[in-house]
């Protein structure tokens, strides 16, 4: 079945320190991929998705490829805030039985401190 | 601009207790979802409604129940609360699939269970 792996945190980063969350995907079909952002006490708020193969997903700086022949969706960011600290979660989306099955990795809690 | 509304946002339970949690969304979309989030586990689907009038098991249905009561309300029924339901739970909802295909779900801000 399908599945999402992403680095383990927590991730802790100097405010304007460059940051990359690994997030690697099995799926048997032509998923569509997505990052959401968790902030504490809140749900989850789609940051970015890319569709089919070679997208580029951007928003608020953060920028992320789909790349097929490595199965990959790592997320990027240049300079990061301390705004930003939040938990961010990759997930696959695919048909299944008629419905949109996402399938979400576990969570990668980021910290930036000032 | 609600998106997607929850109701409660926290309540404790006794063992063997029923109670519903109550999501609304007024995005006009056809499919709800319900998630259950557990810390290192990422979200896990409970039970879905691709489309006003069908509801669907999920990865972790055991224990629970829904009713989709129109195209805004799905709602998420424990019948017997047991400990193991402890955790924090997300309704969803989205475009259908035929809607040009995947679009992303919205979130609600979560019900924190307890459960003594």
């Known amino acids: 079945g399908d599945s999402v792996t992403q680095m383990e945190g927590p991730v802790t980063l100097s405010e304007e320190a460059f940051l990359t969350i690994n997030c690697t995907y099995t799926?048997?079909?032509?998923?569509?991929l997505f990052w959401y952002v968790q902030y504490p006490g809140e749900g989850l708020q789609l940051l970015l998705k890319?569709?089919?193969?070679?997208d580029k997903g951007s928003n608020k700086g953060f920028e992320a490829t789909y790349r097929k022949e490595t199965t990959s969706f790592h997320l990027e960011k240049g300079s990061v805030q301390v705004s930003d600290s939040a938990v961010y979660f990759c997930?696959?989306?695919?048909?299944?039985?008629?419905?949109?099955?996402?399938?979400f990795g576990t969570g990668t809690k980021l910290q930036v401190i000032p | 601009n609600a998106g997607v509304t929850q109701t409660p946002k926290f309540q404790v339970l006794k063992t063997g207790q029923s109670m519903t949690l109550q999501c609304a969304q007024d995005?006009?979309?056809?499919?709800m979802y319900w998630y259950r989030q557990d810390p290192g586990m990422g979200l896990r689907l409970i039970y879905y409604?691709?489309?006003?009038?069908?509801?669907d098991k999920g990865e972790v249905p055991n224990g629970y129940n829904v009713s989709r009561l129109n195209k805004r309300e799905f709602s998420l029924r424990l019948e017997s609360a047991a400990p193991s339901q402890t955790s924090v739970y997300f309704c969803?909802?989205?475009?259908?699939?035929?809607?040009?295909?995947?679009?992303?779900?919205?979130f609600g801000d979560g019900t924190r269970l307890s459960i003594l």
């Open positions: 969803a909802s989205s475009e259908a699939w035929d809607r040009g295909g995947n679009q992303p779900q919205h």
């Open positions: 799926a048997t079909g032509y998923p569509s």
């Open positions: 890319a569709t089919k193969a070679d």
């Open positions: 997930a696959l989306s695919d048909r299944e039985r008629g419905y949109q099955k996402v399938t």
């Open positions: 995005m006009n979309h056809n499919s």
């Open positions: 409604s691709a489309s006003e009038g069908t509801t």
